[in-house]
């Protein structure tokens, strides 16, 4: 049998909800087996991320000469995106009513935003069903990672919490990082969680358009933030 066909016969998308589901749930374990506590954080809670780190840009590296290809890229070629200079100007237009906004609604705004994220998602689903199984995964790896929520013991006390930041919860990482660097308190900001994760949806149905290629290397950078996001989430309800 030829690679190539081996390679085409790989599960790779339901590997990809099978592992960041085992990730999500295996949070907690981790963080127990690295001997850590809040006064003593163990040097393995970055030095793990950071390994997984450099053996995922490794693998993209060699992603591009492997032979992976999709059926349905090669009977439908990709047609460039165009935009008439009505829908630029509508889109100029929206950008500039909605930055005063976001200004001045910013958990609105931002929410509106994310719901009209998964919104585009869903109808993209729909219109292409060669295209749901990497969508499937590119919602698993923003979501299942936080899978140790579920059998949380405390689980009534972060619930209030919860429920107000469960959309951004898959860009909780960079989100905490970016309001570190405005001033901000991550609560303050969970408008800025709440755009991250509708840019991190739209990028995704991008590259799950542009190829398999691109879709695996950008779900790992997805699962890797999703990963760390949720050992932090996890470190922040223990404390």
């Known amino acids: 049998m030829e690679i190539s066909k081996l390679t085409s016969r790989t599960p790779i998308f339901p590997l990809y909800i099978a592992a960041s589901l ?16 809040q006064s003593r954080p163990s040097p393995l809670l970055w030095k793990v991320p950071l390994w ?16 992976i290809t999709s059926k349905s890229a090669n009977d439908a070629p990709r047609t460039p995106m165009r935009f ?11 950008v500039a009513v909605a930055i005063p906004l976001l200004a001045k609604f910013p958990i609105v705004v931002s929410g509106i ?5 998964f919104a585009y ?5 729909v219109r292409n069903p060669q295209h749901r199984m990497a969508g499937s995964a590119l919602i698993a790896c923003m979501i299942l990672p936080y899978a140790w929520v579920v059998g949380y013991d405390e689980l009534d006390r972060i619930l209030p919490a919860l429920v107000v930041m469960i959309a951004g919860m898959p860009a909780f990482l960079p989100a905490a990082l970016l309001s570190q660097v ?27 358009r542009l190829g398999p290629k691109r879709t695996i290397a950008y779900l790992l950078l997805v699962t890797l933030i999703s990963a760390v996001g949720s050992l932090g989430f996890y470190m922040m309800c223990i404390a």
């Not at 998602?121 to 689903?125: T, W």
């Open 22 to 37: 085992l990730i999500g749930w295996f949070i907690p374990g981790f963080y127990a087996w690295t001997d850590s506590d």
């Open 52 to 67: 997984s780190a450099i053996a995922s840009a490794a693998f993209c590296i060699a992603l591009p000469w492997l032979p």
């Open 84 to 94: 008439s200079v009505r829908t630029l100007l509508m889109i100029t237009a929206g």
């Open 113 to 117: 935003a994310c719901a009209g994220a």
């Open 121 to 125: 998602f869903i109808a993209f689903c």
């Open 182 to 208: 405005f001033g901000q308190h991550f609560q303050e900001s969970q408008w800025l969680a709440f755009l991250l994760t509708a840019l991190e949806l739209v990028i995704g149905i991008w590259m799950i």
